[in-house]
Every structure is written in C-alpha cells, then in structure tokens.
C-alpha cells in the first residue's frame, strides 16, 4: 500500500502553482503591453487566434507537470505511464506550435519554449527539487519581463558602439588569459604588468565614453573619480584623450587632481 505524505505533496504542489502563476502574469502583461502598442481595440478572431498563453495556461500546465512528477515520486504510477503523461503534453505542445505558425502565421516561439519551461519547473517541484523549481521560475520570469526595457537599450545602441564592446571584450576575455599566464619580460618589464596597463587604459577609455554619453562632460569627473581607484594614470590618459583642447585646457588638471585623490 502507497503512503502518502499530504503536507509533502501539497507543498510541491503549491510550489508548482506559484510558479506557473508567476510566469502567467508576465505573460498577461505582456499580451496587454501588446495590445497597447497596437492602439487599437484588437477584433475577437485576434483575441482567439493569436491570444498568447496566460495566467490560468501556465498554472495548469505546471499543476498537471507537478502532480504526474509526484504521482511518479511516490509509486502510484510507474515510468511508463509517466512517459504516456510527458508525451500527451509534448503532443499538446507541438500541436500549439503547430498551430500559430501555420494558422494564427504568429511568429516567434518564445511562447512554446516557456510553455516547456513551464512544464520542467512543473516536474522539478513534483520530484522534490521545490528550491531549484522556484529559482527557475524566478530567472524564467526575469528574462521575460526585461524584454522592453532591453528593447530600449539596444534601440539606443549604435552597430559602432557594439563592435567596440566585442573589441574590447577579445582584449579581455580571448587574449587576456595568455598574457596574464605569461613570465616573458623586457628590460624587467613583464609582459602580464603591460598587458594590464593597456588593458586598463582600453577598460577606461570604454567606461569613459559611456559616461561621456549618459552625463556629458560631467561624467569625465566620475570617469577621473572611479577610475582613479584602480590606476590614477591611465584614468588621466583615457579622460585626456576624450576631450577636445579647449577641455583639456579647462579641466585637465581638475582630471589630474580627481585621478589622483581616488588613488590615495
């Protein structure tokens, strides 16, 4: 006979819930984000055809993952049935799929692959695994609800400015490692001490720019502040390079003396 631990199977299951529900009401807002932008009052075959998954899909689909994952965990089912239940769901979801990309012409599968998300989180909280279940739920949600104001950020950044991050981050991350491993020295000057000067000024200059950018010519002083913390020099050579001469004129020694108080 199969004991039952009510108090266990209620918490993976509430856990389960919650983290369907959570993911749904991103979803919800979204598709009134959605509406909104259209501006217009959408027709009833929009509302059904291309109606995104909500707050009720999402807590059922995780209910009905959460409760075969503990019908499995404690022997009132056996894997093959367990595997009939993956299945019908796995057909549920193909058959959506199937259905905005040739029906509804709905572009996108963000929707499908959380609808999958969804399901694990749903067996991760059945088998036991409630911390990593509500963890999952909680990164899932984040990465849906920073789409717009990411959309935001990207639409401000210049193709430019994004070749200059992915120069600056194969200085760091792709050559950076040999340097830093590296013992060649020259006239009791080591390779890695260069390295890290250069790699620095380049840091800087970059941090620079983008202070430069948000601030105006206020943000070389937190450029001459901050940077000074880590090398008084190199912040002065990379806040020196970013202003005109009129600038330099004006405030290079304000830079010098920001730079090097940080430093102390």
């Known amino acids: 006979m199969v004991v039952v631990d009510v108090r266990e199977a209620l918490v993976r299951v509430i856990v389960a ?7 749904g009401l991103e979803r919800e807002k979204a598709r009134a984000v959605a509406e909104e932008r259209r501006k217009k009052k959408p ?25 075969s994952a503990y019908a499995y965990s404690v022997h009132l089912i056996d894997a093959n049935a367990l595997i009939v239940l993956v299945a019908a769901f796995a057909g549920v979801a193909t058959v959506y799929a199937a259905h905005r990309l040739i029906i509804a ?5 963000t929707t499908v692959i959380v609808m999958l998300v969804d399901y694990i989180i749903g067996l991760l909280a059945g088998l036991g695994a409630t911390l990593v279940a ?3 739920a909680v990164l899932t949600t984040f990465m849906l609800a920073i789409k717009l104001p990411v959309e935001k950020i990207v639409g401000r950044i210049r193709y430019e400015e994004l070749l200059w991050s992915l120069e600056l981050a194969i200085v760091l ?11 060649i020295g020259f006239f009791g000057v080591s390779l890695k001490s260069l390295y890290l000067f250069f790699a620095l000024v380049l840091t800087t200059s970059y941090l620079g720019y983008i202070a430069v950018r948000l601030k105006g010519v206020e943000g070389i002083a937190y450029l001459a502040l901050f940077g000074g913390f880590a090398n008084s020099e190199a912040t002065t050579m990379a806040c020196l390079e970013m202003m005109s001469s009129e600038e330099r004129k004006k405030l290079s020694l304000h830079v010098v003396v920001l730079a090097n108080v940080a430093m102390v």
């Not at 027709?43 to 409760?67: C, D, H, N, Q």
């Not at 991350?173 to 013992?183: A, C, Q, W």
Request: proline fraction near 4%; hydrophobic fraction near 55%.
């Open 17 to 23: 819930l919650l983290a369907g529900l959570l993911i």
């Open 43 to 67: 027709s009833l075959e929009e509302m059904v055809v291309k109606e995104i998954p909500g707050l009720r899909t999402f807590a059922l689909i995780s209910l009905y993952a959460s409760s």
């Open 105 to 109: 012409r709905t572009g996108g599968i």
């Open 134 to 136: 509500a963890a999952l």
């Open 173 to 183: 991350v792709v050559v950076g490692p040999f340097f830093l491993t590296s013992n």
